[in-house]
């Protein structure tokens, strides 16, 4: 079993960056990949970025036009997502997920250990 602790989220304005941070425990020696996910009210669950835990590949949405970061500190087991240049449609609670069979896929489904998530909120 692996859990999952998301932080950094909180009340941003448009234009600001955000750091998130994914603090990982219990058998992390079988993790694999990582993974961030956004989800807004009546909407699925939306890929944002992934990384393997070796840090050497990751896979980023489309959308994010090169606004998002994702990072590892393997010796802390803490996965980051940097966003840069919020907007308001970056308000959403965002998850951290992790797979310990699979490489990074942008599929929900394919991660079984998911943390609570961190709300992010842009507004002026």
């Known amino acids: 079993q692996v859990q999952l602790v998301e932080s950094g989220g909180g009340l941003v304005r448009p234009g600001d960056s955000l750091r998130l941070s994914c603090a990982a425990s219990g058998r992390t020696s079988t993790i694999s990949a990582l993974g961030w996910f956004r989800q807004t009210p009546g909407k699925e669950r939306e890929f944002v970025a992934a990384i393997t835990w070796n840090g050497g590949n990751s896979m980023y949405a489309d959308s994010e036009n090169g606004r998002v970061t994702i990072s590892l500190d393997n010796a802390k087991n803490t996965g980051f997502l940097q966003i840069h240049r919020l907007t308001s449609e970056d308000t959403a609670l965002y998850y951290c997920?992790?797979?310990?069979?699979?490489?990074?896929?942008?599929?929900?489904?394919?991660?079984?250990?998911w943390g609570q998530g961190t709300q992010v909120t842009v507004s002026s």
């Open positions: 997920a992790v797979t310990t069979t699979l490489t990074i896929q942008p599929e929900p489904a394919t991660y079984p250990y």
